[in-house]
């Protein structure tokens, strides 16, 4: 740390991005990209856009606000457009919670919300999860405090019904509720509907996930008019062109592109069937999940040595230290060939340290 670095950061821990190796040679299931491509059209028009890089993108992005307001029946002005969900999720805390308005989400949850927390001087309060990992959502009822939660929750991939998220939302009206829908496309209800009928919504969702755009960095916030608002003035004052123009073209391109889109969840839910359950045919605790991720675990290797070994092997996972999750693994649901390969390491591993085990004897 430099000397010279600002004392309202130095405690500040940022968020540990899953590793990004920028050779080809691993099988990556460890950041939650989708396996495939985005549509075959979004190349060309990304090139295409690529001719007026000389100019500012439209720092209002219109066209893109209109076509994700088009998709969900909504209109642009309950749309944001942001770098990233990551910058939309930054800005819908900054906007609605400060030293006398905490923040309150799972103590287990994407490990981003306590960093932008605390970015923001914000204080923020935690509910432990239930021994099985789901959320009880007799906590948030009638709370009273803003609350963000995911949903599906990462890294558990479990999921709330609308139900229940209903219940959060209508039980804390002098509130704001943040729903992170970054994974929702895999099989979870999104709370969009809920829209129509609450003011104290605010639903963010990404492009890098279920629309193969990770790389594009796109989010959006949707909700109130009046809240999209709040943030817009916040995004005026910190990054007014946050969203380039060919993410921007591309984004559209993806939206449009809705069969091929559906057919890659469908794809990603049926390989993560089929994962799970070879996973569980060799002994594995694997939680049900909703997401394009498994959160598993198993007695015979700690959390820390699978990842470690699987590494060694060319396939990354992901690991946490956090102590409460230390034994579990997050594996993206990759393609089936990723998948096989997956499983053959980690029957390898099994049978080495069967072989290491006999040696010792
Ligand atoms: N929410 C959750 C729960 C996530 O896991 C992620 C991905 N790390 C994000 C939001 C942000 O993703 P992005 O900024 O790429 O939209």
Known sequence: MSQYFSKRYQDLEPYIPGEQPQDQSYVKLNTNESPFDPPKEVIPVIREAARNIRLYSDPESRELRQAIADYYGLEPENVLVTNGSDEGLNYAFMAFSDEDHPIVFPEITYGFYPVIAKLNHIPYETFSLRDDFTIDIRDYEGLG?????????????????????????????????????????????????????????????????????????????????????????????????????????????????????????????????????????????????????LFVRIDRISGEELYLRMKEKGVLIRHFSDPKITDWNRVTIGTKVQMDIFLQKVEEIFREQDEEKEKTK
């Open 145 to 293: 405090k803003n609350i963000c939660l995911a949903n599906p929750n990462a890294p558990t991939g479990i999921a709330l019904s609308l139900e229940e998220i209903e219940q959060i939302v209508r039980t804390n009206p002098d509130n704001i509720i943040i729903v992170d829908e970054a994974y929702v496309d895999f099989g979870a209800r999104s709370c969009v509907p809920l829209l129509y009928r609450y003011d104290n919504l605010l639903i963010t969702q990404t492009f890098s996930k279920s629309r193969s755009l990770a790389g594009g960095r796109l989010g959006f916030v949707l909700g109130a008019k009046e809240l999209i608002a709040d943030m817009n003035t916040l995004r005026n004052a910190t990054n007014p062109y946050n969203v380039n123009r060919m993410t921007a073209k591309a984004g559209i391109v993806t939206l449009r592109e809705n069969t091929y889109f559906k057919n890659s969840c469908q794809t990603i839910q049926f390989n993560r069937r089929y994962t799970r359950r070879a996973l569980e045919q060799l002994g594995f605790e694997v939680l049900p999940s909703s997401a394009n991720f």
